[in-house]
Nanobody, 126 residues
Framework: QVQLVESGGGMVQAGDSLRLSCAAS????????MGWFRQAPGKEREFVAG????????YYIDSVKGRFTISRDNAKNTVYLQMNSLKPEDTAVYYC???????????????????WGQGTPVTVSS
């Protein structure tokens, strides 16, 4: 069992930065690949970025490449999403999720993830 708690969301202006954190409980955090998803009002939840169990492999959707960076600290049971050059279209509730896969694979389908946080809202004004 893994419990996830996100933090770091807020209201910012276009061009600003935010750093989201996702703290995990449980001793098996390092066994899980981690993903960040987001859901904008009226839209489906979408994959944003993922990182494998060791941190050696990452994956981003095209719209955030070069602006967002996912990282993890297994000693702290925490995964991060550094978001730079934010745009209004980044406005959404951001969720972290844990995928029980101990390989270099990073899955982008939400149904593959086993545990979810409650989400943290990010609002970017123009």
């Amino acid at each position: 069992q893994v419990q996830l708690v996100e933090s770091g969301g807020g209201m910012v202006q276009a061009g600003d930065s935010l750093r989201l954190s996702c703290a995990a409980s449980g001793r098996t955090f390092s066994s899980y690949a981690m993903g960040w998803f987001r859901q904008a009002p009226g839209k489906e939840r979408e994959f944003v970025a993922g990182i494998n169990w060791s941190g050696g492999s990452t994956y981003y959707i095209d719209s955030v490449k070069g602006r967002f960076t996912i990282s993890r600290d297994n000693a702290k049971n925490t995964v991060y999403l550094q978001m730079n050059s934010l745009k209004p279209e980044d406005t959404a509730v951001y969720y972290c999720a844990a995928d029980n896969v101990h390989t270099s694979v990073i899955r982008t389908t939400s149904g593959r993830y086993d545990y979810w946080g409650q989400g943290t809202p990010v609002t970017v004004s123009s």
